[in-house]
């Protein structure tokens, strides 16, 4: 069976400082994978989407970057956090045209 | 504009009642739209998934129904438990390229 993983699980950060949040996935191979961030009281807002290792699409303008180093691993990260970074932040992935996205347990993201 | 409004923001019921949750979209064209369920500090999971040529797909005590001609789509809660206090996301899939587009969500509250 196939499992996704994050962490860290709660993240409190300075104003400033990088960030590297990872996801891994377990039990599948060339995953489609997406990060995406949820403010309090907000939706989903879809930051990165990826179909494949060195392949990276972004939805919105930012300060975050997005890497795939390998196949079944998407690192999100910034070089200097800014205070609305903060959110709770999500990894998904789907397997091919197959439209079911399963989720991640998520991080909470507190920049201070 | 691709748009998934969901309604009521919140809701509050009693346990063992019927509530229902909305959702209208304005994502065109249109490949299929999903709802989640994303309890408070997880990541969300798949409840059912609905194509334009289904009009209703049950789950347990789940059961959602699809109007393609109005765009709107209901979640119906029936014998309410108060594990099914959460947030239920309406996520509309678009038919071209990668595209989601999710609701801000309804806030259930289940009370005794």
């Known amino acids: 069976s196939q499992t996704i993983h994050q962490w860290p699980a709660t993240l409190v950060q300075p104003v400033g400082s990088p960030l590297s949040l990872e996801c891994t996935v377990e039990?599948?191979?060339?995953?489609?994978l997406y990060w995406y961030r949820q403010a309090a009281g907000r939706g989903l807002q879809l930051l990165f989407y990826?179909?494949?290792?060195?392949?990276i699409s972004s939805e919105v303008p930012q300060n975050l970057s997005a890497s795939r180093p390998q196949d079944r691993q998407f690192i999100l990260s910034s070089k200097k956090l800014l205070l609305s970074d903060s959110g709770f932040y999500l990894c998904?992935?789907?397997?091919?045209?197959?439209?079911?996205?399963?989720f991640g347990p998520g991080t909470r993201l507190t920049v201070l | 504009k691709n748009q998934v409004e969901q309604s009521p923001q919140s809701l509050i019921i009693l346990e063992g009642k019927i509530c229902t949750l909305q959702?209208?979209?304005?994502?065109?064209?249109?490949?299929?739209l999903r709802w989640y369920k994303q309890d408070t500090g997880r990541g969300p999971v798949s409840l059912t998934i609905?194509?334009?040529?289904?009009n209703t797909k049950s789950n347990g005590r789940y059961t959602a129904t699809l109007d393609a001609d109005t765009k709107q789509s209901s979640l119906h809660i029936t014998a309410s438990q108060l594990s099914d206090s959460a947030s239920y996301i309406c996520?509309?899939?678009?038919?071209?390229?990668?595209?989601?587009?999710f609701g801000t969500g309804t806030s259930l509250t289940v009370i005794p």
């Open positions: 990826s179909v494949g290792i060195g392949q």
């Open positions: 039990g599948t191979s060339n995953p489609n």
């Open positions: 959702c209208n979209y304005t994502v065109s064209p249109f490949s299929n």
């Open positions: 998904a992935w789907s397997w091919g045209r197959e439209d079911t996205q399963y």
């Open positions: 609905m194509t334009f040529s289904e």
């Open positions: 996520v509309v899939r678009e038919n071209t390229g990668n595209q989601f587009y």
